[in-house]
Nanobody, 115 residues
């Protein structure tokens, strides 16, 4: 069974940076998509960024040019580098994996952008 554990959230001032990490444990297939989703209070969960097993990346328009998703296969970890953070980036950020054997969510990590 795949398990995901996020870390790296916190409070940051507007214009600041944070890096989120998602550690993956368990067996996954060679084909997968991993994504960082976020959910702000009163809003639906939305995809911020994703990366495929082939290395292709995709970003929401609202984060393009500011967020970067990457992975370290040796550490079984996916990262989300967030720069130039804005108050509207405040949300709980969730890591997700989708494979040919199913999917899983992490528990979420809070990111708050405020002065």
């Amino acid at each position: 069974q795949v398990q995901l554990v996020e870390s790296g959230g916190g409070l940051v001032q507007p214009g600041g940076s944070l890096r989120l990490s998602c550690a993956v444990s368990g067996s996954i297939s060679n084909l997968y998509v991993m994504g960082w989703y976020r959910q702000a209070p009163g809003k639906q969960r939305e995809l911020a960024a994703s990366i495929t097993s082939g290395g292709s990346t995709n970003y929401a328009d609202s984060v393009k040019g500011r967020f970067t998703i990457s992975r370290d296969n040796a550490k079984n970890t996916v990262y989300l580098q967030m720069n130039s953070l804005k108050p509207e980036d405040t949300a709980v950020y969730y890591c997700n994996i989708l494979t040919t054997m199913g999917g899983a969510w992490g528990q979420g990590t809070q990111v708050t952008v405020s002065s």
